[in-house]
T-cell receptor
Framework: DADVTQTPRNRITKTGKRIMLECSQT?????MYWYRQDPGLGLRLIYY???????NKGEISDGYSVSRQAQAKFSLSLESAIPNQTALYFC?????????????FGQGTRLTVV | QQQVKQSPQSLIVQKGGISIINCAYE??????FPWYQQFPGKGPALLIA?????SEKKEGRFTISFNKSAKQFSLHIMDSQPGDSATYFC????????????FGPGTRLSVLP
């Protein structure tokens, strides 16, 4: 089983619908992240969390919300999906106590908003 | 000042050749520089990383060269293989628990057989 698991792997949804992307991890890491990947733009941070009571906005949080249900679970919601939210979404975790630790990514969720 | 620039956007190399990807940063507080490799349909995975106290780090065919004064670092892939075909992201971070990675835009490498 993957250390960082994302569901669903692919999703097509209609404009205006609410959708949730889920992430669970078995690494025991406190830090969890949601990134969005678009061609030519790299990985942009949407939200991040250092524990269940700590949620922080990243550089592109507008139109998104998150929930840290447990140390191992971090979900991303699109309250009212729009076509320019079509992208590849990645969840990631980091362990350790410093800033120079490896990030572990899930396999990604390809979201298409029509 | 938080931006990390990366070039080229795409790269085609013949098998056995050398692939070189360059990155540049502005924030001199960055002190950790990893490279992530992403295969199609997969999430990025750490390939190799360097700290600014060394100018070069080598792991197998992969080498990071670091130029602190120029605020640049590069990934060299020696004897490039078709299996190296992937997207490569450079990144930078500060050695602080609350600091997040700043990723470059990525380079799509294709190694021709």
């Amino acid at each position: 089983d993957a250390d960082v698991t994302q569901t669903p792997r692919n999703r097509i949804t209609k404009t205006g619908k609410r959708i949730m992307l889920e992430c669970s991890q078995t690494k025991g890491h406190d830090r969890m992240y949601w990134y969005r990947q678009d061609p030519g733009l790299g990985l942009r941070l949407i939200y991040y969390s250092f524990d269940v009571k700590d949620i922080n906005k990243g550089e592109i949080s507008d139109g998104y919300s998150v929930s840290r249900q447990a140390q191992a679970k971090f979900s991303l919601s699109l309250e009212s999906a729009i076509p320019n939210q079509t992208a590849l979404y990645f969840c990631a975790t980091r362990g350790g106590s410093r800033g120079n630790t490896e990030a572990f990514f899930g396999q990604g969720t390809r979201l298409t908003v029509v | 000042q938080q931006q990390v620039k990366q070039s080229p956007q795409s790269l085609i190399v013949q098998k056995g050749g050398i692939s070189i990807i360059n990155c540049a940063y502005e924030n001199t507080a960055f002190d950790y520089f990893p490279w992530y490799q992403q295969f199609p349909g997969k999430g990025p995975a750490l390939l190799i990383a360097i700290r600014p106290d060394v100018s070069e780090k080598k792991e197998g065919r992969f080498t990071i060269s670091f130029n602190k004064s120029a605020k640049q670092f590069s990934l060299h892939i020696m004897d490039s293989q078709p299996g190296d075909s992937a997207t490569y992201f450079c990144a930078a971070s500060m050695d602080n628990y609350g600091q997040n990675f700043v990723f470059g835009p990525g380079t799509r490498l294709s190694v021709l057989p």
